[in-house]
């Protein structure tokens, strides 16, 4: 079991540290333990519970309903929320049910299986688009619920992850689009499967694209918009931060590359709470992102 301090909480969650003590103090939210020489520490439960009542709270919950629920009822609360989020065809149901099984029983041999009959029978980019990306959103469920652990998540997410860098090599560098993107995610951002996911979905429709992946410092994102002068920037946000975090990533972007379209996902939902600037556009997901681009 990992050992959290209240600021590796602060960064995890978006939740300011003194507003988890306040939570703690008024709605018993967490029962930090204390080591030999009395320094609070959290556990994986605790971290999970907090970035679930993160969720609610994002989704127009109050803190002093949710506070009120216990394990159970916040674990079915969460469900339902995400479970409303996940898009999946009904003939392709068979197939999720058969990654979560493989998922669970780290099985590469049932996932490769699964993955290939529906890569023969749907295509790549249909797969990934209708199959993997509502699979990675089930994931978010079953681990925010504790059905999972992050072992198990790490294995299936480094199978996608070799599926999409294979995807990718075997595309031609042909470039027919007149427009280019710079692909990256943000320092203190690391799930990239969505990044390497846009990255295909641009490069097949020809598209000039420079990836840069994941926690990317701002100096050295400088250092390559300066030197390829791209028509977009694409940044993708799964760490949980707050509405004024997120605003400082807007902010520094739009202000330090003017001339170019700035599209970020993971705040859908929050839009209302920050400044939007003509040169932003908030994406909601894949379709989203094709639509744009058709």
Not at 208 to 230: K, M
Request: with cysteine; proline share 3%.
């Amino acid at each position: 079991m990992r050992k959290y301090q209240i600021k590796d909480l602060e960064r995890l969650t978006g939740i300011k540290a003194h507003t988890i003590r306040i939570w703690e103090k008024r709605y018993n939210i967490l029962n930090p333990e204390r080591t030999d020489t009395n320094i609070r520490y959290y556990s994986d439960n605790d971290l999970r519970k907090l970035l679930n009542v993160t969720l609610l709270l994002q989704k127009g919950s109050k803190i002093s309903k949710v506070s009120q629920l216990n394990d159970d009822q916040l674990n079915h609360e969460v469900q339902d929320s995400l479970n409303a989020a996940v898009e999946i065809d009904k003939e392709l149901e068979p197939f999720l049910t058969g990654l979560c099984i493989a998922m669970v029983e780290l099985d590469e041999k049932k996932f490769n299986q699964i993955y290939a009959k529906s890569l023969h029978q749907k295509g790549f980019e249909h797969t990934i688009v209708k199959l993997i990306y509502p699979f990675l959103a089930k994931i978010g469920i079953m681990w925010g619920v504790n059905e999972i652990n992050p072992a198990q998540e790490h294995f299936v997410s480094n199978l996608i992850r070799q599926k999409m860098l294979a995807a990718i090599d075997n595309l031609n560098d042909q470039v027919s689009q007149t427009d280019s993107y710079v692909l990256f995610l943000p320092q203190d951002e690391h799930h990239e499967i969505g990044l390497l996911m846009a990255y295909y979905i641009l490069k097949v429709r020809g598209y000039q694209v420079y990836y840069l992946g994941q926690n990317v410092p701002h100096v050295d994102l400088q250092a390559v918009v300066d030197y390829t002068s791209p028509s977009h920037l694409l940044t993708i946000l799964t760490a949980s931060r707050t509405d004024e975090q997120i605003q400082k990533i807007i902010k520094q972007n739009t202000n330090s590359f003017p001339h170019c379209k700035f599209l970020i996902a993971g705040i859908k939902g929050r839009e209302a709470q920050l400044k939007i600037t003509s040169t932003t556009l908030s994406i909601s997901g894949v379709d989203d992102f094709i639509n744009y681009l058709n």
